[in-house]
């Protein structure tokens, strides 16, 4: 990212969640005009505007997406449509007729067409990725299109949007976008992993290099029959295989579709070893777990008094009473606990919680219908131009916006 990208002496607006741009936007103006000539107007316009939409696009690029025209809707009322065919607004021109102050239609919000200028940039893939809340900004929604994290109907690539097409980012990239970043402890806590895991793979290849050069025949036929192995060392050496396949240096010959898949099984299994088992004496169940909860910490639910027939022989027992307020409690926590544990490795802050200043940011268009669980939206259609709303999220009056597109009105 460029030097000064960010500026707080001159304000500057880019499609970004970060703290800096939160703050100029709460003091973004319109460009002066008063000393100024219609030209000049016209370019500090188009200036201020395209560093917000459309910042990593070329301006020849740009030129050619532009379009004159703005797509806009205007909503009919059925019942007056039904009732007349509009000739009423005829009566009585010119003779004086008033229309009674109860009947006058209420004037209708201004359609704020202007806002409609940057309209061919929402159909951009990375542009919509970021108004799924996606990625926190629009340069790291791009990264994640250029290394193949995003899915379109199914397959890899990068095209300006049609109406029905469905995108789909990495989990875990979004996860990494959203998320919090680590503080100074979680990241001493991650090098630590790290280290260890590294000194523990150096120490095996050491000692695995001294036993193949020291074992007996009888060893060798003990490896051979079929003792049971760690699944994540076979997915590791699998990996190393596929590897030195594809390294360049490989003799065999290797056809452009067989390289493909081995690409992909390459994935599939960083993915597998990426994720992290949680060692619990818990079962999965959740009614197993609060079962076995209830028993370690010698919790008894609250009978009725019915069933609690106690003798004198046989006092009651002294123990606490989990309330069902408690218990639904305790069942929520175990869910967040199991669909959001604690884990050292990841990029970003665990237990996942979301970045700051995400909340400033967080709306989505009406043009997209978006599905955060499976990390997946639809782009249902080109953005339009309601009365009183447009739907192009800009931070600019429609003054400016009106400026910026008679500048390339006239460069067309």
């Known amino acids: 990212m460029r030097k000064r990208f960010y500026s707080l002496k001159h304000v500057k607006v880019r499609q970004s969640w970060n703290k800096y741009n939160l703050y100029n936007l709460s003091r973004v103006k319109d ?12 370019w500090s316009a188009k200036s201020v505007t395209r560093g917000y939409h459309g910042e990593t696009i070329r ?29 009423e607004h005829a009566l009585g021109r010119g003779s004086g007729l008033d229309v009674p102050p109860d009947k006058k239609s209420r004037p209708r919000p201004v359609t704020p067409y202007m806002n409609m200028v940057y309209a061919p940039t929402e159909r951009r893939l990375d542009t919509a990725i970021f108004r799924s809340m996606f990625a926190s900004s629009v ?6 299109v250029v290394h193949g994290d995003v899915m379109v109907n199914g397959k890899k690539a990068s095209y300006m949007l049609n109406p ?19 503080d100074r402890k979680e990241r001493r806590a991650t090098r630590v992993i790290r280290r260890s895991k ?21 060893t060798a036929t003990q490896k ?11 997915l590791s050496g699998l990996l190393s295989n596929a590897k030195s396949i594809l390294s360049p240096d490989s003799k065999d010959t290797v056809s452009a579709k067989r390289k493909q898949d081995l690409r992909a099984f390459q994935r599939t299994i960083r993915r597998t070893l990426s994720r992290t088992t ?12 609060l079962q076995e909860l ?35 409690a305790l069942r929520t926590a175990l869910i967040e606990a199991r669909e959001n544990p604690i884990d050292p490795t990841k990029p970003y802050a665990t237990p996942w919680r979301p970045r700051d200043f995400m909340s400033a940011f967080a709306f989505i268009p009406r043009y997209l219908e978006v599905n955060h669980r499976i990390c997946a939206a639809v782009y249902l259609r080109h953005p339009v131009a309601r009365p009183g709303l447009a739907e192009v999220p800009t931070p600019y009056s429609t003054e400016t916006n009106m400026l910026a597109f008679n500048w390339y009105l006239r460069r067309r």
Request: hydrophobic share 30%; charged share 30%.
């Open 31 to 42: 460009p002066r005009a008063a000393d100024r000539t219609y030209f000049q107007q016209k």
């Open 59 to 87: 301006e020849k690029h740009w030129q050619k997406m532009f379009r004159p025209t703005m797509r806009s809707v205007v909503p009919m009322d059925h019942e007056y449509l039904a009732r007349t065919d509009g000739s």
């Open 139 to 144: 340069r790291q929604a791009r990264q994640f």
């Open 164 to 182: 029905g097409d469905m995108f789909q980012v990495e989990p875990e990239r979004v996860l990494f976008a959203t998320g919090a970043s680590k």
């Open 198 to 218: 590294q000194n523990a793979a150096s120490s095996e290849g050491a000692e695995n290099e001294f036993s193949e050069s020291t074992e007996s025949p009888s």
């Open 224 to 234: 051979s029959s079929g003792v049971p192995q760690d699944p994540k060392e076979i």
């Open 278 to 289: 949680i060692d619990t004496t818990l079962t999965d169940d959740l009614d197993a777990q």
């Open 294 to 328: 209830t028993a370690k910490l010698k919790i008894t639910t609250p009978i009725s008094s019915e069933d609690a027939q106690t003798t004198p022989d046989q006092p009651a027992p002294q123990l606490a009473t989990l309330s069902p307020e408690d218990r639904r």
